[in-house]
């Protein structure tokens, strides 16, 4: 099981919300490998795109979203859930892909759909903020490709205070997945 390569991340992050969907994330906690298959992602475009956590502009928080690509944006929302974002496109753009749902693969038996029960169900917290994608412990890694896999396209979830951003369709989910957050 290897870790897709930096220049995975490194590209427009669109191109890289798409591409996530049916690669597998993987989280290896005390010997155990807890995998599933990414199946719903949302797009954040960097400070222009008011959605973006960047849009505030680099601080302690953002500073991994204006990173390397390939690192793990982790943060809390409502007080008690974790999100993850996976930083993309080179240092300095604050660019990032939120993961939004999986399918389970391995030793993930909690709920998945949606960006805090994922977390939750992969063992993913605060810790994990910044952490290199790259490594044996969190990484994705190449899933089963599928030729069938329709990408549906629609508006991100929970952000209606960013204007005209909250209607862009920047939400990628495969068609007809049992585990997608909301359709």
């Not at 917290?125 to 994705?140: A, E, F, I, T």
């Not at 862009?168 to 909301?182: D, P, Q, T």
Request: with cysteine.
């Amino acid at each position: 099981m290897k870790p897709l390569p930096r220049s995975f991340y490194n590209r427009d992050t669109m191109v890289v919300a798409k591409a996530l969907l049916g690669k597998y994330l993987v989280h290896v906690v005390k010997g155990i490998r807890y995998i599933g298959k990414i199946v719903e992602t949302e797009a954040y475009l960097g400070p222009h795109d008011l959605a973006a956590h960047s849009s505030k502009g680099l601080t302690k928080r953002t500073q991994v979203m204006f990173g390397e690509p390939g690192h793990a944006y982790v943060y809390m929302i409502y007080g008690m859930y974790y999100c993850m974002n996976i930083v993309t496109e080179p240092a300095g753009h604050g660019s990032a892909v939120l993961l939004r749902a999986l399918e389970p693969i391995q030793n993930v038996r909690e709920r998945t759909n949606g960006p805090g029960l994922l977390c939750k169900a992969m063992h993913i917290d605060k810790q994990l903020h910044g952490h290199d994608l790259l490594s044996q412990d969190l990484y994705v890694m190449a899933g089963e490709q599928s030729e069938s896999m329709v990408i549906v396209k629609k508006p991100r979830i929970g952000v209606d205070y960013a204007r005209h951003w909250a209607k862009r369709h920047l939400r990628f989910y495969v068609k007809g997945n049992a585990y997608v957050s909301k359709r």
